[in-house]
T-cell receptor, first 115, second 116 residues
Framework: AQTVTQSQPEMSVQEAETVTLSCTYDTSESDYYLFWYKQPPSRQMILVIRQEAYKQQNATENRFSVNFQKAAKSFSLKISDSQLGDAAMYFCAYRSAGSNYQLIWGAGTKLIIKP | AAGVIQSPRHLIKEKRETATLKCYPIPRHDTVYWYQQGPGQDPQFLISFYEKMQSDKGSIPDRFSAQQFSDYHSELNMSSLELGDSALYFC???????????????FGPGTRLTVL
């Protein structure tokens, strides 16, 4: 069975600085998707970024980028120029590319932005 | 852009009562997923439907049932409610395509269920 591990329960960063959130996963599959979702205090679950395992290139969405290391089974999220609105719980999630489409979630990392 | 709609947003029930949660997916999305998120926890997958048929089943209690209707909206029916059922219930939708089934799940705002 696949598992997702986020080893940082909480991280803090100064506004305008850069922060990296860690995520590792375990799977025997070669084809899958990885996601970062953001959950602010409103508890809405918002997609931040998505990576397809068969793509070598790291995904980027504006200030958000990932460092995908397939061999190491690592999928970290880098947030550049942190803003107060980035404060949220960040969840890393895995999804098989096969027949089972449910998301498998990490425990989450709480990101605090210091003004 | 249209998003996933869930109703009601908040629901308060007594123990042993029943509850029905509704989910309206993004237009042209054919797949619906239900997740349960307890306080301070990550979401847990309950069940999913693709083209009105049950697709995957997770940790859904036997007291819960769900279905997807002809207009693709879905309902989660919860009976004999227990205190432990108090949680945020998310619905997500996606559009499965042929080939790689390249479907990203987009989440609704959730229904906060409180069981007293």
């Amino acid at each position: 069975a696949q598992t997702v591990t986020q080893s940082q329960p909480e991280m803090s960063v100064q506004e305008a600085e850069t922060v990296t959130l860690s995520c590792t996963y375990d799977t025997s599959e070669s084809d899958y998707y990885l996601f970062w979702y953001k959950q602010p205090p409103s508890r809405q679950m918002i997609l931040v970024i998505r990576q397809e395992a068969y793509k070598q290139q790291n995904a980027t969405e504006n200030r958000f980028s990932v460092n995908f290391q397939k061999a190491a089974k690592s999928f970290s999220l880098k947030i550049s120029d942190s803003q107060l609105g980035d404060a949220a719980m960040y969840f890393c999630a895995y999804r098989s590319a096969g027949s089972n489409y449910q998301l498998i979630w990490g425990a989450g990392t709480k990101l605090i932005i210091k003004p | 852009a249209a998003g996933v709609i869930q109703s009601p947003r908040h629901l308060i029930k007594e123990k042993r009562e029943t509850a029905t949660l509704k989910c309206y997916p993004i237009p042209r999305h054919d797949t619906v997923y239900w997740y349960q998120q307890g306080p301070g926890q990550d979401p847990q997958f309950l069940i999913s439907f693709y083209e009105k048929m049950q697709s995957d089943k997770g940790s859904i209690p036997d007291r819960f049932s769900a279905q997807q209707f002809s207009d693709y909206h879905s309902e989660l029916n919860m009976s004999s409610l227990e205190l432990g059922d108090s949680a945020l219930y998310f619905c997500a939708s996606s559009a499965r395509t042929s080939g790689r089934a390249d479907d990203t799940q987009y989440f609704g705002p959730g229904t906060r269920l409180t069981v007293l």
